[in-house]
């Protein structure tokens, strides 16, 4: 990972990982070019320019040779047809018509707190946010109710997610484990599980099949069907079948083959784990952040009078709540790494970056955890302080923004952005309605934070400690929830 005091770091053979607003969206300013200019060359930032793609290494999310997700596709024109129809079911309108079934979900996560703040039982956020996660993710993806969040029958396909996503991780960081049989043993090692997880999945998708286009608001209505569901080899190996498997957040727990592996990773990824990472850590942060706490509080009890109230334009609107969340976004990156790059064959080279000329061949990117602590862009950075992202001199919030990297940047950067601010808004808005909360007495409170017996950042009590599985896993914050008021009675208790 690049410190912030370095700005390029040698990440392994053929990689440079680098630390820098410009290496991740050039300059604020006039643009730069690429390539020669008689004897003059141009720099280039890595995300934003057409002579640069995604790096080999996502091809190993291919769920079979040539048939790619949005994730993994890496020919330009391939994502670009892609990305228009997973952009439909994305886009802000389209998430808007989800908003409903959204709220839904947040009710019974709003349901278990209830119940949790009678007993004045500690409940431990990770589970419960990433459940919350998965149900939302499983109607946008197939307009199904796996009520994980109630009921253990579908559990199995999203606990022990961070071990396969770890495994996973490391095929991506180093592919050539995988040449070498390491995710054949494990897959054989897994075989059960992994049967049972895609047996579950397969009927997932089959059921949506075999119902009208039309009976659900998700990504097979959305996209008009427009995904091939036809292949040779069947629905498993069709283009529907990828995208979903892309979208869909379980899984990723099993050791299965490095393939499937690497689409369950990214599906975790994208679909509810990253969205699910972020609420947890914004609950982690009120927890220890009292001022910051009272503050968000005020704007959500001033804003609406009702629970039921707060959704749509109006929660948008909440500019506190917006600094809150892209400060736990900037402290805590659900996606912490490095999406690799490179420079795309036929293109005429040398690559230049941050005044480096990169030899062909080499994978380069930016390490989002680390320029989000770089204090070029970001003063006091290890200090939680949502008020910086509401300061008035647009030049110091232009420069912030320039070096903001939760979601990548450019083409390739996330396609889900609103429908995460939306899940994490609503979530944390409307808990802040209907109860207060406090991290739980003694050591049961220290969960998700550092170490106070570790050295460097893993001793941060403050910080919400992520570990880098291409998303993250993590742990707590374990809180105590305290009905306000009678508001509650509005919600009912979840058994
Ligand atoms: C706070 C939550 C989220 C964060 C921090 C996040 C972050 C990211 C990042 C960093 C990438 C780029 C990865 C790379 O280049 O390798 C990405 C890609 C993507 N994300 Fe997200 N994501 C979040 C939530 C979501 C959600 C909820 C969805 C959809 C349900 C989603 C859909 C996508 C898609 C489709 C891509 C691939 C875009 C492309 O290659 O064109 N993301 N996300």
């Given at each position: 990972?690049?410190?912030?005091?370095?700005?390029?770091?040698?990440?392994?053979?053929?990689?440079?990982?680098?630390?820098?607003?410009?290496?991740?969206?050039?300059?604020?300013?006039?643009?730069?070019?690429?390539?020669?200019?008689?004897?003059?060359?141009?720099?280039?930032?890595?995300?934003?320019?057409?002579?640069?793609?995604?790096?080999?290494?996502?091809?190993?999310?291919?769920?079979?040779?040539?048939?790619?997700?949005?994730?993994?596709?890496?020919?330009?024109?391939?994502?670009?047809?892609?990305?228009?129809?997973?952009?439909?079911?994305?886009?802000?309108?389209?998430?808007?018509?989800?908003?409903?079934?959204?709220?839904?979900?947040?009710d019974v996560f709003l349901g278990i707190l209830a119940r949790s703040s009678q007993s004045s039982t500690a409940v431990d956020m990770t589970p419960c946010c990433k459940r919350l996660g998965v149900d939302i993710i499983g109607l946008l993806t197939f307009g199904r109710h796996l009520n994980t969040q109630t009921n253990p029958r579908y559990r199995f396909m999203v606990d022990n997610l961070s071990w396969a996503n770890y495994q996973s991780n490391i095929l991506f960081q180093f592919p050539?484990?995988?040449?070498?049989?390491?995710?054949?043993?494990?897959?054989?090692?897994?075989?059960?599980?992994?049967?049972?997880?895609?047996?579950?999945?397969?009927?997932?998708?089959?059921?949506?099949?075999?119902?009208?286009?039309?009976?659900?608001?998700?990504?097979?209505?959305?996209?008009?069907?427009?995904?091939?569901?036809?292949?040779?080899?069947?629905?498993?190996?069709?283009?529907?079948?990828?995208?979903?498997?892309?979208?869909?957040?379980?899984?990723?727990?099993?050791?299965?083959?490095?393939?499937?592996?690497?689409?369950?990773?990214?599906?975790?990824?994208?679909?509810?784990?990253?969205?699910?990472?972020?609420?947890?850590?914004?609950?982690?942060?009120?927890?220890?952040?009292?001022?910051?706490?009272?503050?968000?509080?005020?704007?959500?009890?001033?804003?609406?009078?009702?629970?039921?109230?707060?959704?749509?334009?109006?929660?948008?609107?909440?500019?506190?709540?917006?600094?809150?969340?892209?400060?736990?976004?900037?402290?805590?990156?659900?996606?912490?790494?490095?999406?690799?790059?490179?420079?795309?064959?036929?293109?005429?080279?040398?690559?230049?970056?941050?005044?480096?000329?990169?030899?062909?061949?080499?994978?380069?990117?930016?390490?989002?955890?680390?320029?989000?602590?770089?204090?070029?862009?970001?003063?006091?950075?290890?200090?939680?302080?949502?008020?910086?992202?509401?300061?008035?001199?647009?030049?110091?919030?232009?420069?912030?923004?320039?070096?903001?990297?939760?979601?990548?940047?450019?083409?390739?950067?996330?396609?889900?952005?609103?429908?995460?601010?939306?899940?994490?808004?609503?979530?944390?808005?409307?808990?802040?309605?209907?109860?207060?909360?406090?991290?739980?007495?003694?050591?049961?409170?220290?969960?998700?934070?550092?170490?106070?017996?570790?050295?460097?950042?893993?001793?941060?009590?403050?910080?919400?400690?992520?570990?880098?599985?291409?998303?993250?896993?993590?742990?707590?914050?374990?809180?105590?929830?305290?009905?306000?008021?009678d508001h509650w009675k509005e919600i009912g208790v979840t058994e």
């Amino acid at each position: 990972m690049a410190s912030h005091s370095c700005p390029v770091v040698r990440h392994g053979p053929n990689k440079l990982t680098f630390n820098s607003a410009q290496a991740l969206q050039g300059e604020i300013g006039p643009s730069r070019r690429f390539g020669y200019a008689g004897a003059h060359h141009f720099e280039v930032d890595i995300y934003n320019n057409d002579k640069i793609i995604k790096s080999h290494v996502y091809s190993a999310c291919q769920l079979e040779p040539g048939v790619d997700s949005v994730f993994s596709v890496r020919d330009m024109n391939d994502h670009r047809r892609k990305r228009k129809l997973i952009g439909q079911a994305l886009a802000e309108r389209s998430i808007r018509t989800f908003e409903p079934l959204m709220v839904e979900q947040v009710d019974v996560f709003l349901g278990i707190l209830a119940r949790s703040s009678q007993s004045s039982t500690a409940v431990d956020m990770t589970p419960c946010c990433k459940r919350l996660g998965v149900d939302i993710i499983g109607l946008l993806t197939f307009g199904r109710h796996l009520n994980t969040q109630t009921n253990p029958r579908y559990r199995f396909m999203v606990d022990n997610l961070s071990w396969a996503n770890y495994q996973s991780n490391i095929l991506f960081q180093f592919p050539l484990l995988a040449s070498m049989g390491v995710p054949q043993i494990l897959y054989i090692l897994s075989y059960a599980e992994f049967s049972k997880y895609m047996k579950q999945l397969e009927n997932l998708v089959m059921g949506r099949l075999a119902q009208d286009r039309d009976a659900h608001h998700d990504l097979y209505s959305v996209t008009g069907g427009a995904f091939s569901t036809e292949s040779p080899k069947g629905i498993q190996a069709s283009e529907f079948w990828s995208e979903a498997l892309f979208f869909f957040p379980a899984g990723a727990r099993l050791t299965i083959s490095p393939r499937v592996a690497m689409c369950i990773l990214i599906g975790s990824e994208i679909g509810g784990d990253t969205a699910s990472t972020a609420v947890a850590g914004l609950f982690f942060y009120l927890s220890r952040n009292p001022k910051v706490y009272k503050k968000l509080a005020e704007e959500i009890r001033s804003n609406f009078s009702k629970g039921s109230e707060i959704q749509g334009p109006r929660l948008a609107r909440c500019q506190y709540l917006r600094a809150c969340i892209d400060e736990t976004l900037r402290m805590s990156p659900p996606v912490s790494g490095t999406p690799w790059r490179e420079l795309r064959s036929g293109e005429d080279g040398p690559l230049i970056v941050d005044g480096h000329v990169i030899p062909r061949g080499t994978q380069v990117g930016v390490s989002i955890y680390s320029l989000h602590r770089n204090e070029n862009y970001f003063s006091d950075p290890d200090v939680y302080l949502p008020e910086r992202w509401l300061v008035e001199d647009e030049a110091v919030r232009s420069k912030m923004n320039s070096a903001f990297a939760a979601f990548s940047s450019g083409s390739r950067g996330c396609a889900g952005k609103a429908m995460a601010y939306l899940e994490v808004s609503l979530v944390v808005a409307k808990t802040l309605w209907y109860f207060d909360f406090d991290k739980a007495p003694g050591r049961m409170g220290w969960l998700g934070g550092g170490s106070p017996r570790n050295v460097g950042r893993r001793g941060k009590v403050d910080e919400f400690q992520l570990y880098d599985t291409f998303s993250s896993t993590h742990e707590g914050p374990n809180l105590v929830f305290r009905p306000r008021g009678d508001h509650w009675k509005e919600i009912g208790v979840t058994e």
